[in-house]
């Protein structure tokens, strides 16, 4: 059986997550552009995710 | 698009919170209420101010350090109350805080901090938890500092937990101010609770619902009630805990709460339950009258995520309930699709209570936290709770069990929620776990039952099996007392299970050692307590035995050997194996109730010697004042750190006794060295003269029990190689038996002192708290009763005893003290060992019933009552606690026509019986038989007789010689003390009299016609002892001096001030007031005795405080003790002020504010409201 494919997503906080590559993707999600098992957009958004603050958080000055 | 509806999924309602900061509303509510109580752990309290204050000092040091928004700072403090500013502390800096418990496995407490990133470290832990962690500053607690204002926005991180999953290593969920302002007004909504929230702080800080013992209350204007590590690991200890601080609202797992009683607890309205599945069972015992709530939420999803309430009636699996407001929850299939209504799949949260994700892990956090294609809400996320559940009827959540609690087994899926489930239903089992590990054909279940006598396992097959498959029956049952609980989570420890089980060893049946023979185990203890092993005829007496060692004895033996046995065997029995015999055929012992590591607390006999300590503050007749000469090189900075070390061990050492509002608590001061000052006499004219005086000089120091410690420590240098060290304590923490151990303990630390190594002494399996509290529970169950049989046994009895004196007695009781002593000729002390020995008793009881033939032979009466000391010491674990055990007991000394033989025996009988009631302390024996108080003697007792024979102790430290020195008693809380002791190999008495009410002379010759007396009575046992030696006593002791027998004139109050309107002056008024409060009673007549309506010395201490706070003014406790109505009080103040204007007019001030404020009826005639 083929393993099923996985997109790389991403929301406007620029928080990454994954979805199944044959669903329709949620509103306020975007494909990050990568694509391939579970555990190969796992490991890449490893690499990708390096600033895990919530952008708004990341932007905000006190 | 999915249809919303046929789907399981529900929502909570809506509800709008602030968007700020923790420590911004906790500050705003700071400002609302600064005086407030946030923080409580028994007697220490925080208000919002003090906390607030503590906070801006740890921030204020973090800023320093460079710590600002985001940093992550690490936390390791010990549960007390400054935990929470240090938590604060942090959060105000900006910063978010790393929770590292101290006392945990190090090398996991590391590991968090690196992964954390963690480079400064806060709290009282710190410096000896991260002190030698390179790149890491340790932090100890900073003062107080000014308040700043919180740099962080609501976003931030406010802390990061680290969770254990079933594999791997522990990950780090980062929650922000945001997530936890929002569920805290949640819950707050959902549980219907206020600014009288009284929270249970129970959870570690670790774990996620610390966040709702913590910020429901502080966002609220509530207390914490924070408990120590000890109370929250002992089901007895947490449950006096939550009733003494009057817990009323709080969350628990059900395996700790199933250790509770809910009837104890009534006063707990609001319980939160959850962290694990929440048996019906738990539910019908709790739900009854209170709001009863489960909870359920992963670290992920804040803290709760769905709550609902349950009732008495549930059945298993218990409903979780509905998600919280602005939340969602969603039932999913494997491939994230909902599954219909009422069909299983794995729970979906979301909300603003979703956590930012696990630090440093994007990949984990990506595929947890998934997209939400349900809400409508763009880009919003979903949490994976990894939770199997389906909605019942009502669309309530229903916890199944946990995703990965699935396991195979014969290739059958099983799911060991159901197992459990059903093992839980069999009678007679309380709780249950079932794991699935590695067995010989493959993987097998083994079920875990409390407790250890839990059905067999004939019973729960017959049970199980017609209720489970072939497959799910567990091939093994291990039965425990009680199930495994996580430390730091408070649920049950499923790896210790798995480890359990896994080692596949067969449970040790029995406790080493408890199958050694009953005769042995005697041997034993009677070889550690008398030195050396006993023949089976060997006498208890003859062999060094007296009433302390046999008090030990009991105490080891029940201890040890669980039987109940008392001093009565020992001195019946006699031989060893007289007593082996008693022992084999005694009754098993009850539990002896005893806990441990309880926070400093006053027992009974402390708060007692505190008052007439207040009531005599200028002499120091409670003071023990020991000293030792040592020939040898001393070495002082060794004798230093060794009686450190001796502090460190007896905390009772360290204590402060301050009190509010007249009501004594104690406090503990961190161990610190101890000051040795050395004096040096070497170049005197009279070195030894002036080392007498100044022993006695500091024999009578005056210790203030409030403020400074309860002992002193000098060293007189006579010589290079010659010193005397003496020690001098309050009564308060020590006696007697506390010498011995004192001396053993420095003796030991000395030794490592200067073999250069650190001087530190094992933990005490007790400590004197630990007594205080035993004692405590004791009294109260015991009290009544004992109360009974001490005024039945004392009905009749004349409550004072007059002795011949030389002066009249001072209308107030002096304390001043002077010694004499005798010792018995050789001849006698033979008669009397011998006659003790007839006797079946001990030299004392000889000696008491001399005494008591005396004193008819003084009085003319033949009833008398004395005082005793009994230490109750009765368990094994005090036995090397430094403190104070002693009480006072009456002993009614019954003369009249008996033989001496028979006086003996009646002392004897009456010594034991007057230990085995100790519930009723002597202040309740002297209320309850209406013993008129009077400030010119001691209270029913004014003689005492003290029969604890201990051999004194000797100091020896390593490299000197040492003897003890006598140094002067400080004071005679007594007209007499008479000690029976044992020098020199013979017995002697001791006397320590009033030099005010009696000559040298006389006493020196009291003594020796006591001795006389004895030796005549003793020679000649069988006859009536009134008919032996009639000459004695002599006429110099039996004849008063002229006028002596009276009590000297008080001195008369001056003017009494004119009465108001009502009758009463505004001092009469404001004194009426105060009783009427403190003694709870409506009405008060301004000549009632304070004594004779209800009051008692610590009502007096009250009262006191009271007085003292209204006027302004420093009035001693004597003064309301010498003038026990409201009218002579009144007039004493009135008349003894400097400025008798000036203070009228604060008096007749606090009077009208105490009239506005009460407002009560006015009648007029001279009886005060």
Redesign the interface.
């Known amino acids: 059986m083929a393993e099923s494919r996985f997109l790389?997503?991403r929301?406007?906080?620029e928080?990454?997550?994954?979805?199944?590559a044959d669903?329709?993707?949620?509103?306020?999600?975007h494909e990050a552009g990568f694509a391939g098992t579970?555990e190969e957009?796992?490991?890449h958004?490893?690499t990708?995710?390096?600033d895990?603050?919530?952008r708004?958080?990341r932007e905000?000055v006190? | 698009m999915t249809d919303i509806l046929s789907i399981s999924a529900v929502q909570g309602e809506p509800l709008p919170w602030p968007d700020a900061t923790l420590a911004e509303l906790i500050a705003a509510q700071a400002t609302r209420t600064p005086d407030a109580v946030a923080v409580r752990q028994w007697d220490a309290r925080l208000t919002y101010r003090d906390l607030l204050a503590r906070a801006a000092g740890v921030a204020a040091a973090l800023r320093g350090r460079g710590v600002g928004?985001?940093t992550r700072v690490g936390v390791c403090g010990h549960r007390r109350p400054e935990l929470v500013a240090t938590v604060l502390g942090v959060l105000l800096a900006?910063a978010c805080y790393v929770p590292l418990e101290p006392g945990g496995p190090r090398r996991r407490l590391r590991e968090i901090a690196e992964d954390a990133g963690v480079t400064v470290v806060v709290g009282d832990a710190a410096t000896a938890e991260f002190g030698d962690v390179p790149g890491v500053e340790a932090l100890d607690l900073p003062g107080p500092a000014p308040l700043a204002p919180c740099?962080?926005?609501p976003?931030?991180p406010a802390y990061v937990l680290f969770t254990s999953g079933s594999t791997g290593r522990p990950k780090g969920v980062?929650t922000?101010h945001r997530n936890v302002v929002e569920f805290v007004h949640g819950v707050v909504a959902l549980s219907g609770t206020d600014a009288g929230v009284r929270s249970l702080g129970i959870a570690s800080l670790g774990f996620d619902a610390a966040t709702m013992d913590l910020f429901v209350p502080l966002l609220l204007g509530g207390s914490v009630q924070l408990l120590d590590a000890d109370d929250r690991a002992d089901p007895v200890r947490l449950a006096r805990f939550i009733a003494a601080h009057e817990v009323n609202w709080g969350f628990i797992t059900p395996t700790v709460l199933s250790m509770l009683d809910p009837a104890q607890l009534p006063g707990w309205r609001v319980v939160l339950c959850g962290g694990e599945a929440v048996p019906a069972e738990l539910a019908a015992r709790w739900a009854p009258g209170r709001t009863f709530l489960n909870g359920y939420g992963p670290t992920e999803t804040t803290v709760l995520a769905v709550s609902g309430p349950l009732t008495a009636t549930e059945s298993d699996p218990v409903p979780i309930g509905v998600p919280l407001p602005n939340h969602r929850a969603y039932v999913v299939d494997a491939?994230?699709s909902p599954v219909a209504p009422g069909m299983t799949g794995e729970l979906l949260i979301g909300g603003p209570g979703l956590a930012?994700?696990y630090?440093?892990r994007?990949?984990?956090?990506?595929?947890r936290?998934?997209?939400?294609?349900w809400s409508?809400?763009?880009?919003?996320?979903l949490y994976r709770t990894g939770d199997r559940v389906r909605l019942d009827a009502d669309g309530r959540i229903v916890y199944l069990g946990r995703v990965d609690r699935q396991v195979k087994i014969r290739g059958q899926r099983i799911e060991l929620g159901e197992v459990e489930a059903v093992l839980g239903g069999l009678p007679g089992v309380d709780a249950v776990a079932v794991e699935a590990v590695p067995g010989p054909a493959g993987t097998e279940l083994v079920a875990f039952l409390a407790p250890a006598d839990a059905p067999d396992d004939a019973r729960l097959r017959a049970y199980a099996g017609p209720r489970l498959t072939t497959a799910m029956l567990p091939a093994r049952v291990v039965r425990l007392a009680a199930l495994p609980v996580s430390a730091t989570t408070g649920k049950l420890d499923r790896p210790a299970l798995r480890a359990l089980a896994a080692a596949d060893r067969p449970l040790p049946d029995a406790p080493a050692g408890a199958d050694e023979p009953v005769d042995r185990a005697v041997a034993r203890l009677w070889a550690r307590l008398l030195g050396a092993a006993p023949e089976p005829d060997t006498d208890f007496l003859a062999a060094g035995g007296n009433s302390i060692a046999a008090m030990r004895l009991v105490a080891a033996l029940r201890a040890d050997l669980g039987r109940h046995v008392d001093t009565r065997d020992v001195f019946t029995a006699r031989t060893f194996a007289g007593l082996v015999e008693r022992v084999a055929a005694a009754a098993p012992a009850d539990g002896d109730g005893l806990t441990t590591g309880n926070p400093p607390t006053l027992s009974p006999p402390q708060r007692r010697l505190w008052f007439v300590d207040q009531l005599a503050p200028s002499s120091a007749p409670y003071n023990i004042a020991v000293a030792h000469r040592l020939h040898g090189p001393l070495d002082v900075t060794a004798l230093g750190a060794a009686l450190r070390a001796v502090a460190e061990r007896h905390d009772v050492l360290r204590w402060r006794i301050p009190q509010t509002a007249g009501v004594p608590y104690a406090v503990r001061e961190e161990p610190t060295d101890v000051a040795v000052p050395v004096v040096d006499l070497t170049g005197g004219a009279d070195p030894e003269g002036e080392l007498a005086a100044m022993l006695a000089a500091g024999a009578g120091h005056a210790f203030d029990l409030a403020t400074g410690p309860p002992w002193q420590v000098t060293v007189y240098r006579l010589a290079e190689a010659e010193h005397v060290l003496a020690i001098t304590l309050h009564h308060a923490v020590f006696d007697g038996w506390s010498e011995a151990v004192l001396y053993d303990d420095l003796a030991t630390a000395y030794a490592r002192a200067v073999a250069g190594r650190t001087p530190r002494l094992p933990a005490l399996a007790a400590t004197y708290a630990d007594y205080a509290v035993w004692r405590a529970e004791r009294d109260r169950r015991r009290g009544d009763a004992d109360l009974a049989w001490w005024t039945a046994h004392l009905t009749g009895v004349p409550t004072v005893l007059d002795l011949p004196r030389d002066r009249p007695r001072p209308a107030v009781q002096t304390y001043t003290g002077a010694e004499a002593a005798v010792r018995l000729p050789e001849a006698t002390d033979l008669a009397v060992r011998e006659l003790a020995e007839r006797r079946g008793t001990t030299v004392a009881a000889v000696l008491l019933a001399a005494f008591g033939e005396l004193l008819a032979r003084l009085t003319g009466g033949d009833d008398h009552l004395l005082g005793a000391i009994v230490a109750d010491r009765r368990l094994a674990a005090f036995d090397d606690v430094v403190g104070f055990f002693i009480d006072t007991v009456p002993v009614r000394v019954r003369t009249g026509g008996a033989t001496f033989a028979d006086l003996v025996d009646r002392c004897a009988a009456e010594l034991h019986e007057v230990t085995t009631h100790p519930g009723a302390p002597l202040e309740r024996i002297v209320e309850a038989l209406g013993v008129g108080r009077d400030t010119s003697r001691a209270p029913l007792v004014q003689v005492l007789f003290n029969v604890l024979n201990f051999v004194p102790p000797r100091l020896s430290l390593t490299g000197l010689a040492g003897e003890p020195v006598p140094v002067p008693k400080p004071g005679s809380p007594f007209d007499i003390t008479v000690y029976v002791v044992e020098r020199a190999g013979c017995v002697g008495v001791e006397v320590v009299h009033n030099p005010d009410l009696f000559d040298a002379e006389r006493i020196d010759a009291l003594l020796a016609d006591l001795a006389a007396l004895v030796g005549a009575l003793a020679a000649d046992p069988g006859r009536p002892a009134r008919d032996v030696a009639v000459e004695l006593p002599r006429p110099t002791v039996r004849v008063a001096g002229l006028g002596a027998m009276t009590v000297a004139a008080a001195e008369q109050p001056r003017a009494v001030l004119p009465a108001g309107p009502d009758g009463l002056t505004d001092t009469e008024d404001l004194i009426a007031g105060i009783w009427r409060e403190v003694l709870e009673r409506d009405r008060v007549g301004v000549t009632d005795n304070f004594f004779d309506i209800g009051g008692h010395s610590l009502a007096l201490a009250e009262v006191h405080a009271r007085l003292t706070a209204a006027t302004g003014r420093s009035i001693t406790m004597l003064d309301l003790f010498r003038h026990p109505t409201i009218r002579a009080l009144a007039a004493s103040l009135d008349g003894a002020a400097d400025r008798p204007e000036l203070a009228r007019a604060a008096l007749r001030a606090a009077a009208r504010r105490s009239r506005t404020r009460r407002n009560p009826p006015r009648r007029p005639g001279g009886t005060a409201h």
């Open positions: 790389v997503v929301n406007d906080e928080q990454y997550s994954i979805w199944s669903r329709e993707l949620p509103a306020g999600w579970r957009c796992l490991a958004i490893d990708v995710w390096t895990m603050r919530p708004s958080v905000a006190s | 928004r985001q900006g740099p962080a926005l976003g931030d980062l922000t491939d994230l930012d994700g630090l440093n994007p990949g984990l956090t990506a595929e936290f998934v997209p939400d294609p409508g809400r763009p880009g919003e996320r």
